[in-house]
């Protein structure tokens, strides 16, 4: 490497008190760039390179397979020495104002198959008892509206409409919502109650669903508890209460509810939340296709 670059990494050193190991990222990140510009564009001084030159390389390192946080981190080390050299008036600009980062691929949410919940809820046999009651309603409050973990935690029997069959949500910022109830999760929602009633006795407690001992749901309780019967189904490594949440957005929107619809449900602020959840019907509709074309 040159002497400008020398001169950065004991500046990073000495004034920025950067440690070892980051030094040692620094170092190998310039000296492969420093390799690549001389093998791609006969360049001996690094200092001389241009934008496009610093894109070619990142293009390089992902048709290689790199990971786009370590091409960012790279970049992020060129840019650093650029910034010096402008800073110490060795180059008339930085050529890497010009260059954007890699975006991150974004994951999609991860969900059950429909046909593992069906088996989830039709043959994982549920106690018909207090602890069994409740694991059923925790899987089926999930699954069926949608709501979140803190939302199910705080569900209060007052939020309960048996009347007209719906369940009012209190989601971020105290926003509430009405999602409703199918009659199955009615069922399961009656008979939990009167297995409380029967253990606790009449005394109000407020909250739905609570401990062996009467107390408020936690949210390492229901995790553990739904990770249980998840893992009875699915090898996905995700068992989480979220999971759930994915899976009924997915499977609503695989058998064509409207967009809308599920963000309301959801209690998505904006649509683009809920978007998401298309990425997974796209992939689905690829996957089918390649299995059942005769060309593909």
């Known amino acids: ?23 040692l990222a620094y170092s190998n990140d310039l000296k492969q760039f420093s390799e690549f510009l001389k093998k791609q564009f006969e360049l001996n001084d690094i200092e001389g390179a241009q934008p496009f ?20 981190r790279k970049l992020s080390s060129v840019k650093s020495f650029f910034h010096y050299l402008q800073k110490k008036q060795i180059v008339p600009e930085n050529p890497t104002l010009k260059v954007s980062n890699i975006k991150k691929s974004s994951r999609l949410p991860v969900y059950v198959e429909e046909e593992k919940m069906d088996q989830l809820l039709d043959r994982v046999p549920f106690e018909n008892d207090f602890p069994g009651l409740r694991d059923r309603l925790i899987i089926e409050l999930l699954y069926f509206t949608g709501m979140r973990l803190s939302e199910l935690i705080d569900l209060k029997h007052d939020d309960f409409d048996e009347f007209n069959s719906n369940v009012k949500v209190t989601g971020k910022r105290n926003k509430q919502r009405i999602v409703p109830l199918l009659s199955k999760v009615r069922k399961t929602y009656l008979d939990y109650t009167l297995e409380k009633e029967k253990l606790f006795g009449t005394s109000y407690i ?9 107390k408020k749901l936690y949210p390492k309780f229901v995790y553990r508890r739904v990770n249980l019967y998840l893992s009875y189904v699915t090898t996905e490594t995700k068992k989480s209460p979220h999971v759930l949440r994915h899976s009924f957005a997915t499977h609503m929107l695989n058998h064509g509810a409207d967009l809308n619809a599920i963000k309301e449900i959801l209690g998505h602020s904006s649509l683009s939340a809920t978007q998401v959840y298309t990425h997974n019907t796209i992939e689905k509709i690829k996957t089918i296709y390649k299995q059942a074309h005769p060309k593909a």
């Open 1 to 23: 490497m040159g002497a400008e670059t020398e001169r950065f990494l004991q500046y990073l050193a000495q004034e920025k008190r950067y440690a070892r190991h980051t030094l």
């Open 53 to 72: 030159m610093i894109r070619s390389w990142l293009a390089g390192l992902m048709s290689e397979g790199a990971a786009r946080t370590s091409v960012n």
């Open 206 to 214: 407020p909250f739905v669903l609570v401990t062996d001992k009467g």
